[in-house]
T-cell receptor, first 115, second 112 residues
Framework: NAGVTQTPKFQVLKTGQSMTLQCAQD?????MSWYRQDPGMGLRLIHY???????DQGEVPNGYNVSRSTTEDFPLRLLSAAPSQTSVYFCASSQTGTEVYNEQFFGPGTRLTVL | GDSVTQMEGPVTLSEEAFLTINCTYT??????LFWYVQYPGEGLQLLLKATKADDKGSNKGFEATYRKETTSFHLEKGSVQVSDSAVYFC???????????WGAGTKLIIKP
C-alpha cells in the first residue's frame, strides 16, 4: 500500500513550457485534490475531483488543467509555465468529499521552479 | 468567507518545554477542525481532529479542544521533543462545501 505517490519530486521549467505532474493513490479514494504551498500562505486548492470523470476548480485554478479518467490517477497539467507558478505542489486524497471529518492523505510533493 | 488564523513562527523552544500554538477560525455552520503536521521534506499528515464543539483531539501527546465560544483550536503539548520540530497547520473543513481552509502554518523548532 503506497498511499499517495507523486512524480517528479523536483522539476525546473522555462517560462512557456508545459508539463504534467503525476499523482496516483491506491486506497480507492473517491476524492482527490491538488494544492500549491507558498511561503506564509498555507495551502491553496487548485483543482479537485469527487470521482472519476468529475473535476472542479478550487481557489487558484488559472494556468492549470486536470482530468480524472480513473479512480487512481489525477494528473495536473501546467499549460504554459510562468514564474508565478514556482511552488511546491501537493496531491491529496480522501475517502469521500462529502463528509466533514475525513482525513486527507498527502503525497510527498513536487517542488517546481519556473525560470 | 471561512478563514483560519494561526500564530506566526518560527516558534523556538527547548526540549521538554510546554508548547502552545494558537489557532482561531471564522466559519459559518459547523466546521470540523484539524491539525496537520509537515516534517522536513515530507507531505502533510493528520495529527489530530475534532468534529464538534467541546471535542478534544489528541495524538502523540498533542491535544487541541474545539472551542466554539472563542472560535479557537489551540494546539498544546506538555513536553516537546526535538523530533517534534516541523511545520504545523491548522485547518477547517466547511460543512457547506467540504473544502479544507488552511492556516499559514507555524514552524516549530525544538533545541536540545
Amino acid at each position: 500500500n503506497a498511499g499517495v505517490t507523486q512524480t517528479p519530486k523536483f522539476q525546473v521549467l522555462k517560462t512557456g513550457q508545459s508539463m504534467t505532474l503525476q499523482c496516483a493513490q491506491d486506497m480507492n479514494h473517491e476524492y482527490m485534490s491538488w494544492y500549491r504551498q507558498d511561503p506564509g500562505m498555507g495551502l491553496r486548492l487548485i483543482h479537485y475531483s469527487v470521482g472519476a470523470g468529475i473535476t472542479d476548480q478550487g481557489e487558484v485554478p488559472n494556468g492549470y488543467n486536470v482530468s480524472r479518467s480513473t479512480t487512481e490517477d489525477f494528473p495536473l497539467r501546467l499549460l504554459s509555465a510562468a514564474p508565478s507558478q514556482t511552488s511546491v505542489y501537493f496531491c491529496a486524497s480522501s475517502q469521500t468529499g462529502t463528509e466533514v471529518y475525513n482525513e486527507q492523505f498527502f503525497g510527498p510533493g513536487t517542488r517546481l521552479t519556473v525560470l | 468567507g471561512d478563514s483560519v488564523t494561526q500564530m506566526e513562527g518560527p516558534v523556538t523552544l527547548s526540549e521538554e518545554a510546554f508548547l502552545t500554538i494558537n489557532c482561531t477560525y471564522t466559519a459559518t455552520g459547523y466546521p470540523s477542525l484539524f491539525w496537520y503536521v509537515q516534517y522536513p521534506g515530507e507531505g502533510l499528515q493528520l495529527l489530530l481532529k475534532a468534529t464538534k464543539a467541546d471535542d478534544k483531539g489528541s495524538n502523540k501527546g498533542f491535544e487541541a479542544t474545539y472551542r466554539k465560544e472563542t472560535t479557537s483550536f489551540h494546539l498544546e503539548k506538555g513536553s516537546v521533543q526535538v523530533s517534534d520540530s516541523a511545520v504545523y497547520f491548522c485547518a477547517l473543513m466547511s460543512d457547506s462545501n467540504y473544502q479544507l481552509i488552511w492556516g499559514a502554518g507555524t514552524k516549530l523548532i525544538i533545541k536540545p
